[in-house]
């Protein structure tokens, strides 16, 4: 009570009569006005709390208290949450992110939110999207591209055309993922001269034409992508992307035989790694195991290399990582 006097500036005493009389006193205007510039400049948190306890008494639900729908302040946390979200989601803590984005997807009904609200709760999909990709979640009703496709959905109809476009370019991921390569690679090659993207999303998706490529097989035109897409990342100063394309430029190289130019590439994006996530760290590996295992003569050290991002992806639940690496395995088992 006395932290609470000191910070409306007011007496004790005061504070301590509301506090034994409770709502059996009404503060005189000038006292209210105090206590109310106190609510208005509180934080997001605060004020939701403040009316929760105020709506509540102890004995109504929570969800009582959203069905006149969201106030500003539920917006500001929501807002909030989907950055912590995305973070946890950029070290691969799955469990929280997933915490922080279901309690506002399951809080509002989408129908009865404003443009702000449906905006926020398209975003929402899209980081559980996300999500569900990153997990190797990309087939069936509870998957990235079920739910890619209701964000999808929801910036067409609001409107948000740079929003639906990043939305096309994470189906496409997901076909990718799926093995639809030749479907994949039309959708990144329809989306880098899309004018709705970034130049940094058009220079993603020329770098995914050449990923989809590889994978094919077709890595002579694969290499003449991503070095057109790395050009691009260097012009665009984006030194994570530009890392990223050189890893992947090292598989195309690997691919047509090239293993000199392959290591070369490949000690690129290991000297140059901008960050180093669970995800990256895996990815890396696995190309640099990829790489590895092409000579005899480092195949140890490429095996090595596999079981350590195997573990990795396990800890982090990264299944189509996984996946990825056991084909790996598999494929060099096969020929050796």
Known sequence: ?????????????????????????????????????????????????????????????????????????????????????AACLARQDFGFAASLIDRWLHRFNPQELDLQGRYLHARSLVLLGDLQRDRGDTRGPLSARHTYRCAHELFRDLDVPRRAAQVELSLAVVEEMNGRLDLAARRYEALTVDARLSPRDRARALLWVGTALSKKGVNVHAVKVMTEAIHRFEQLEEPEDWSVAHQKMALAHRGAGALGAASSYLDVALTNRSADSPMQRVRLHTAHAHVLLSDHATSADGLRLLDEAARTSRRFGMFHQLTSIEAVRSAFEYVN
């Open 1 to 85: 009570m006395r932290a609470f006097a000191e910070h409306l500036g007011i007496g004790v005493r005061t504070v301590t009569k509301w506090e034994s009389l409770g709502t059996g006193t009404t503060p005189r205007p000038f006292m209210q006005s105090i206590l109310d510039t106190a609510l208005s400049t509180a934080d997001a948190e605060a004020k939701q709390r403040f009316e929760l306890l105020l709506r509540q008494d102890g004995e109504v639900p929570a969800r009582e208290y959203y069905r006149s729908g969201p106030r500003q302040w539920d917006y500001e946390t929501w807002i909030d949450d989907l950055g912590r979200a």
